[in-house]
């Protein structure tokens, strides 16, 4: 076995840590199978040894991390001052070699107009999270402009049939096409030389690019000019014409995805992955053979390049049992998205038998909400019958939210056993606070119990995100989310939620000269303030007079510039910041492209069902679109007026926000202790719960008391064995009126030891969950 050192590793750290931060590192790559890395003493120096550039650079993440106490993330970097010697040899290896990173819609919702320096900057944390593989869609859309040139189109009708950068990720899924007229010869040029460069850093770091394969989506004219090639009507998505889909099993279809693997081989050269989704979000098949088309697909892969592996997203019913039948499964790779919440392997055979990878979707759209579903991700050591599964797949929709997620995950697949949740934490704030004060690791337990605690079946209505911020939503009075696909309550105990944002405020003098610290301030206050707008609206709704509306409106408004006021503290929070780099990439065009995304998402009345999807909170949006459309509702309510046509007022608000500031303002410690004096308590509901556990014939039942204590009627939601290990919940669905108990059960085997905790869900009126745990000892 050849050991050799890895000069572009050196750079890696030499940009993450500086200079001489990295000295202290020897590194060397000793290529073999499987992932592993060693870190031991090298005279002084910390050695690390890895399969390959991943492995060895997860290897000094994991001494960074665990030994020296150091933290990077895409939100805020907190170096350790110290980078002492292991005093004994740290070996980690795992059966999850395939560590795949980016979404579809990351290149619209975060990175559409990124330059070298951010995607530089993302590459290297990629590579320090162990990262092996990478979605990259930058660029490659000048393979289409080539490809419909060369069959015969004009390079005005070939690039009038794409989209803009933040738009463009759908059609490469085939949900659209030509979204605001297509993109101008001389950004895809430039975005194809950017691509170039993406992909040849990601080679020399031994990362393989998935790239875009040829899944057969044309414009009908292409179809119409050829006998050789029929297609499949692909109707609508959301409003949007889809583009139509060449029927792979027709006769000329290799002929074309021959020429589009040449001309993308030209621009970009080979990679190893390459990614094609087809029957995406209800796309049709007609009377297509799905089986003899998806051979088709992957053999016209394979005849371009022979070791390639073609990945497919498990999204919605795909990939289908017919596709699957159709392929060569060691040539396929199956990402099961959103494992940790709807593990479709599990439905579904572990895929057949395909090579599959676990996935979390941890932020929809760019909604900046604090969620995760982190006890879920630390069993993943301990999945049993899980078939072929070899990777993990961090596919949220877009980067700004999270960050410990993106930590669990980079973590896990370095153990053997299932973590234990309340010792990490501690542990990750120890590393990205710079502190171990009992303040911050009580807040941070408190949001593991609440937002980021959340199981497999927690959601509401089946939706796997956050709650949604009603300031974001287009104005209602019985709004419960701001768009159909989110939870129609908070799924987590508020009360709890608020009590750990103000220990995290109370621990500043401890941690806040951290700047992760302070992001994850703003984050959470922000979260506080959007758990508060749904009690708000509440009081609106249920107010008895015009005085009583004119105060609470105030007051709601003044919650949104709150938001605004903590967001514009921080620089990654502001919306001028991301409308200057579009502005700079593609000019006005560019900044439409995003000012829609983020608003309306489609510029036509016709798409009007997207609203809102992506909304985020940022400075600028905040003060400026929210609180114009919040302003125009209470105005129509105070006179009694019904607004009619929201799509073309939003549009025009769209609009002005190319003034956003680019500066922040402000001291983010400062505005969250000043918001936290203004909101007056939660009230907790008078609800107890009390636990009991017994040995029987037919194993140990846990029996928990629920007891209405108060005066008024609560609804119980659903309850949860939290431990020892998270069972199947109790839909509840149920009123416990004054006065009134109810007792439920669950039964373990005679084996369980250890403390029983139970978790019962309670919903109010105002779409805000209440929970009571209790916890007792198990017989022995």
């Known amino acids: 076995m050849t050991t050799t050192s890895s000069a572009a590793a050196r750079e890696v750290l030499g940009r993450l840590l500086g200079p001489e931060r990295a000295e202290r590192f020897e590194l060397l790559v000793d290529h073999g199978p499987g992932s ?18 991943p492995d060895l650079l997860a290897g000094v993440r994991w001494y960074v991390s665990h030994e020296a106490h150091g933290h990077l993330s895409r939100h805020g970097d907190r170096l350790p001052e110290l980078l002492p010697a292991p005093t004994s040899p740290i070996h980690r290896s795992t059966r999850l070699t395939h560590r795949f990173a980016h979404n579809h819609t990351v290149s619209g919702y975060s990175a559409p107009y990124w330059e070298w320096p951010e995607w530089e900057r993302e590459i290297d944390f990629l590579a320090w999270s162990g990262t092996t593989h990478v979605l990259v869609l930058t660029g490659q859309e000048i393979v289409y402009r080539d490809l419909l040139v060369e069959l015969g189109r004009s390079d005005k009708e070939a690039c009038g049939w794409l989209s803009m950068p933040g738009h463009m990720p759908w059609q490469w899924l085939g949900n659209l096409h030509s979204f605001a007229g297509g993109q101008p010869a001389e950004l895809l040029e430039k975005r194809a030389v950017l691509g170039r460069r993406i992909l040849d850093r990601m080679r020399e770091l031994e990362i393989t690019p998935v790239l875009p394969g040829f899944a057969g989506f044309v414009p009908q004219e292409l179809v119409d000019g050829r006998d050789d090639l029929s297609a499949v009507p692909q109707g609508t998505w959301l409003g ?57 697909l992957q053999g016209a892969l394979l005849d371009a390049h022979p070791d390639a ?85 961090q596919a949220a929709e877009s980067l700004e939210s999270n960050p410990v997620v993106d930590d669990l995950l980079a973590d896990v697949i370095w153990h053997d056993n299932e973590i234990n949740l309340d010792d990490w934490i501690a542990g990750y704030v120890r590393r990205r606070y710079g502190t171990d004060a009992e303040l911050a690791i009580r807040a941070w337990r408190a949001f593991v119990r609440t937002a980021y605690g959340q199981y497999i079946g ?111 503290t921080r620089a990654e929070f502001l919306l001028g910041t991301w409308l200057a780099q579009a502005a700079a990439a593609a000019g006005r065009d560019g900044v439409e492209d995003i000012t829609t995304l983020v608003t309306t998402w489609g510029d036509t009345a016709a798409t009007d069902e997207l609203h809102d999807y992506a909304a985020r909170h940022a400075a600028g949006l905040m003060a400026g679109y929210y609180t114009k459309r919040w302003n125009r509702f209470f105005d129509d309510l105070r006179e009694h007026r019904e607004t009619i046509d929201w799509f073309e007022l939003e549009r025009g608000w769209a609009r002005e926000l190319g003034d956003a ?11 969250a202790a000043a918001i936290a ?42 309850a949860r064995l939290i431990g020892p290990v998270a069972h199947p919940l109790l839909n509840l669905d149920g009123i416990l009126s004054p006065g009134e108990t109810r007792e439920l059960t669950w039964a373990l085997p005679d084996t369980s030891t250890g403390t029983a905790e139970v978790a019962v869900y309670i919903d109010p009126s105002s779409l805000t969950t209440h929970v009571r745990r209790a916890r007792t000892s198990l017989p022995i």
């Open 240 to 296: 949007f014409d889809r583009p139509t889909w060449i029927d792979p099993t027709s006769p000329g279809f290799r002929d074309i995805a021959a020429r589009w693997y040449r001309l993308q081989g030209e621009r970009f050269g080979p990679s190893g992955a390459y990614s094609m989704d087809v029957l995406h979000e209800g796309g049709i098949a007609g009377g297509m053979n799905v089986r003899a088309a998806a051979a088709s």
């Open 458 to 568: 927690d959601d509401i209505d089946g939706s796997n995100a956050g709650p949604d911020s009603l300031f974001v939503a287009r104005p209602a009075l019985d709004l419960e989310r701001a768009i159909e696909w989110r939870p129609r309550i908070v799924p987590y105990d508020v009360t709890e939620f608020e009590a750990g944002w103000r220990e995290l405020i109370e621990a500043a003098p401890r941690a806040g000269e951290s700047g992760p610290y302070r992001h994850d301030l703003v984050d959470v206050t922000v979260q506080v303030l959007s758990n508060r707008s749904r009690w708000l609206l509440a009081q609106i709704r249920n107010a008895v007079d015009a005085e009583a509306v004119d105060r609470l409106s105030a007051w709601f408004l003044r919650m949104v510039g709150q938001c605004d006021a903590i967001l514009g």
């Open 661 to 671: 500031p680019t500066e922040p303002q402000g001291d983010t410690v400062a505005v």
């Open 309 to 393: 592996t073609w990945v497919v997203q498990a999204w919605g019913t795909n990939p289908t049992d017919d596709l699957l039948a159709g392929v060569d499964h060691s040539r396929l790779l199956v990402l099961d998205l959103n494992a940790d919440d709807t593990p479709r392997w599990g439905s579904r055979d572990a895929f057949r038998g395909a090579p599959w990878v676990f996935g979390t979707i941890s932020t929809w759209g760019g909604r900046q909400y604090v969620f995760g579903k982190l006890p879920e991700i630390c069993r993943l050591p301990g999945l049993r019958n899980t078939g072929r599964l070899c990777g993990t797949v």
């Open 36 to 53: 592993e890395f060693r870190i031991e003493d090298a005279g002084g120096r910390v050695r690390v040894t890895g399969h390959r550039v």
């Open 677 to 718: 004096a203004t909101l007056p308590p939660i009230h907790p509901l008078p609800v107890t719960v009390t636990l009991a556990a017994e040995h029987r014939v037919e194993g140990t039942v846990i029996t928990a008391t629920v007891a209405n204590e108060g005066s008024v009627d609560v609804r119980l939601d659903r």
